[in-house]
């Protein structure tokens, strides 16, 4: 078996352009990955086209370690967009290794060790600004069977916030505690916002608030100063979703710089890279909660890796508060039921989803329709609030 073709298909769902690529076998087989990445999906397209493709066609799928091993290695300058690319193609051969072999994906992994797969929320308080509005936005996401929300209450906060941004910020997560009550996990997303001295601060001032994490409290390139945060904080620090190498994961974990690890596996390298990441973080007694902000096709995926590692811990999803045709682009695949994840056909070879060519046709590419979080209009705009709600699939 050979891959014959490379094809790539971009839909814009609202905020985001979501990028798929295809690899098509000479059986007739074919397998999807998604390589979908903010502001950048006409830049991760072209170079999928001009550089990846010509290295991954006439390969054998069944070769995954050593066709994307070779990738990573003669990508040689790095980053999210050769990550991302490289990363989509990665789940694409794993699509056809389980179609091939007549698995689902996960057992290809390591076969079940989680039998429920928990997601918390993200994307949900869309359009909030007062703190009526986050709780207003929660009591609906709880409703909906959510038991996590991650939320950024922070603004646009960058290093430093005067104490009246402050006490704003701490009073919508007062609000959010107050309208779910003790049993939902607050996730508190700083989006590495502040300063060390200002995280530490707003960390101390969240405490009676019981959140589950903070989240990038600081940039998160800059391992020794999430180190140093995490020390001095009582609270769980989470990161990962900005880092693209074994070698800086490796460096994450031996500074006991987080608690919770966050790699994308539609950036970091695809789900092989991602098991190696699970099995690092695993002697550090760290936990996996996947990043995934982006659509289906690498939701897919990162439900295949949930189910399958020992130190999964929860899941994030968008899904709930994307577009409400978003599982059309999948032939209606949804997994998402009450608040959890459940594959809608657990025995279904490979990733268990195909596209469809027609609805990805009838929504093309919007550049820039994400807004940079130190925008104003990154609030209201976080959402489907945006567009289309009222669109059908």
Known sequence: MKIARFETLMANAGLRNYLFI?????????????ASLEWQEKTVQTLAHEWVEGRVVGRDPFDVERV???????????????????SAVEIALWDILGKACGQPVYRLLGGRYHAHIPAYANGWYGGAHTPAEYAERAQEAVGRGY????????????????????EEAIARVAAVREAVG?????????????????????IRDLQPYRPSWCEEPVAPENIELLAEVRRTSSCPIAAGERLYTLVDFHRLFSQRA?????MDIAHCGGLSVSKKIAALASVYDIRIAPHC???PVALAAALHFDISTPNFYIQETFSDFDVPWR???VRGWNPMHGGQFVLPDPNAPGLGIELNDNVIADHPYVQNPFPSLWD????????QDKVGKGESS
């Open 182 to 202: 003790q049993g939902v996990q607050l996730y508190i997303e700083f989006h590495g916002r502040l300063s060390a001295v200002m995280a530490v601060q707003l």
């Open 258 to 262: 987080v608690d919770v690890v966050q």
């Open 293 to 295: 902000s982006i659509g």
């Open 376 to 383: 104003a209009t990154w609030i209201t705009d976080f959402t």
């Open 68 to 86: 994307v091993g070779d990738l990573i290695r003669d990508q040689y300058q790095g980053g999210a967009t050769v990550m991302t690319a490289i």
């Open 22 to 34: 295809r690899l098509h076998t000479d059986t007739g087989i074919s397998g999807v990955g998604e």
């Open 147 to 166: 038991r996590g929300l991650k939320f950024d209450p922070f603004g646009v906060a960058w290093k430093e916030m005067t104490q009246s941004e402050a």
């Open 327 to 329: 599982n059309a682009l």
